[in-house]
C-alpha cells in the first residue's frame, strides 16, 4: 500500500455555520466546498493547508454516526484520512495483517473520493480512513 499523504482530517461539529468564523475568521482559512452526503447523513465542509485539508463533519439526522459520536464524545476530531493510489487494495492489504475493516469496499465519499474506513480497535483507537481521489 502507497500512503502519499494525510488527505484530510474530520471534526464532528453540531453546526459548520456556527463554526465558520473560527476556521475563517480566527484561522484565516478559506471554505472551498460545502456539500451533503445524502447516505452517510452529514454535511461537510473542507478547508485546505497546503496539501491536507481539513474536513468539518455535521450530522443531517439524529442516525448519523457522526451524531452518535457527537452525543457519545462531543466536538473533535472524528478520524484522520489518509490518501492511497487504490483503496480496494490497500483494503486487501491491511486485513491480511489482521485490521478489522468497517468497509469492505470502497464506497463512495464527499468530493467525489473513493472511501474506505478501517475500524478503530484494530488502530490504535484512531478511526482511519483510505481516500482515493478519482482519475
Known amino acids: 500500500m502507497e500512503i502519499t499523504h494525510i488527505e484530510h482530517i474530520g471534526i464532528a461539529v453540531k453546526s459548520i455555520e456556527e463554526q465558520l468564523p ?25 478547508f485546505k493547508i497546503g496539501q491536507t485539508k481539513i474536513e468539518l463533519l455535521e450530522p443531517t439526522s439524529e442516525e448519523s454516526t457522526i451524531a452518535k459520536f457527537i452525543e ?9 484520512a489518509y490518501a492511497t493510489t487504490d483503496v480496494n487494495e490497500a483494503l486487501k492489504e491491511v486485513e491480511a495483517k489482521g485490521v478489522r475493516l468497517i468497509d469492505q469496499q470502497a464506497r463512495a465519499g464527499a468530493e467525489g473520493l473513493r472511501i474506505a474506513f478501517l475500524h478503530p480497535k484494530t488502530t490504535g483507537s484512531v478511526l482511519t480512513e483510505l481516500c482515493e481521489h478519482p482519475e
Open 72 to 80: 457519545k464524545r462531543g466536538e473533535g476530531i472524528h478520524h484522520i
Open 22 to 46: 473560527y476556521y475563517e475568521g480566527v484561522l484565516g482559512l478559506k471554505c472551498y466546498n460545502i456539500e451533503t452526503v445524502e447516505d452517510q447523513k452529514v454535511k461537510t465542509a473542507f
